[in-house]
């Protein structure tokens, strides 16, 4: 027989009523409180009928989680820490993959997702601020990362500007004067790259320098492949850098595979920053300095916006959660 929150409530010696806060995620309940609960209902096998809770309060429990790839390894820490904090709400993520397709990110925005879940926590990479502004589906919508016109969206991200100031600033400071850019994206409607270019050569004005065209390196995607291609025409070129700031730790790692082929010592001979805190960054050889941003800020913060437009829509708001320089071995 499946118990029940009254079982639960004597057993922890509380109330029903905060027995179900804590089943249901209400974030307002004393920590001591909390275990004590949760405690109780894992001594007891508690498992709360869920399609009684969802005819009770209209809702599914399930939120979208919508990233462009799965196998990106920021993408994939962000998922891992979206759903470790959702479930401690009593929330169940369901994880979708656009693959940066404006097809498909464009039916997300008109509720191909929103009749199966409460809420959606969305990437996009593909859709215009045009398409974001005209959204017909009325389920809670929280952006993640970098978009422009996102007046009407709830918003949640770091501030990109001042990373990548922050990162070329330290490049700087370690007397490079000769820093590439690798990660320029100009067709790209994402706006991480155009914010963290802004912010690189932000950082080269503040310290007199001119930002030198042959420094900013486009590439197609961001990944390591890329990294290593655009790392490989620096060094072919007749004045190569003595500092390279990466915008993503993808991109970074296959620029150290590159000046490894090469016989280029890092950071001898060439300082090197990444970008997202990757798992890979910290094993690699030198251990890769990165801007980190704080992922587990980023999902709370967007599920907290999303739980507060679920209770009672509210107008939108734009989020910056923290950042922070990692300095490790390669500058």
Not at 309 to 325: F, G, K, W, Y
Request: aromatic residues 4%; neutral net charge.
């Amino acid at each position: 027989m499946n118990p029940k929150l009254r079982d639960v409530a004597e057993h922890a010696g509380v109330s029903v009523r905060t027995v179900s806060n804590v089943v249901n995620g209400f974030r307002y309940v004393a920590p001591a409180t909390r275990e004590r609960v949760q405690a109780s209902i894992d001594a007891l096998g508690y498992r709360p009928n869920m399609a009684a809770r969802t005819l009770r309060q209209g809702r599914t429990g399930l939120v979208a989680l919508v990233i462009p790839e799965i196998d990106s390894p920021y993408f994939s820490e962000l998922a891992a820490r979206t759903v470790r904090i959702a479930e401690a709400r009593g929330l169940t993520v369901l994880i979708d993959q656009t693959d940066g397709d404006a097809e498909r990110e464009t039916q997300l925005l008109h509720g191909r997702r929103s009749q199966l879940v409460d809420g959606v926590l969305f990437s996009p990479w593909a859709v215009t601020p045009a398409e974001l502004a005209s959204r017909t589906d009325t389920a809670p919508l929280v952006l993640l990362g970098e978009h422009d016109g996102t007046a009407g969206v709830d918003h949640v991200a770091i501030d990109n500007v001042a990373a990548a100031r922050e990162a070329t600033a330290h490049l700087l400071a370690r007397g490079r004067r000769r820093i590439a850019a690798v990660g320029s994206q100009p067709r790209s409607l994402n706006a991480t790259a155009r914010q963290r270019l802004a912010g690189y050569r932000e950082a080269l004005a503040d310290a007199g320098l001119p930002a030198e065209p042959e420094l900013e390196v486009t590439v197609p995607s961001l990944h390591r492949a890329d990294g290593h291609q655009a790392m490989l025409r620096l060094l072919n070129s007749p004045r190569p850098p003595d500092a390279v700031f990466c915008f993503t730790d993808e991109l970074a790692l296959g620029a150290l595979r590159a000046a490894a082929d090469r016989g280029v010592a890092v950071p001898d001979s060439l300082a090197l920053i990444g970008f997202d805190d990757i798992e890979d960054g910290r094993f690699s050889v030198p251990a890769l300095t990165t801007v980190s941003p704080d992922k587990d800020r980023i999902a709370e913060l967007a599920l907290d916006r999303l739980a507060e437009q679920m209770s009672s829509p509210r107008s939108p708001r734009s989020i910056v959660a923290p950042h922070r320089l990692v300095v490790r071995e390669t500058s």
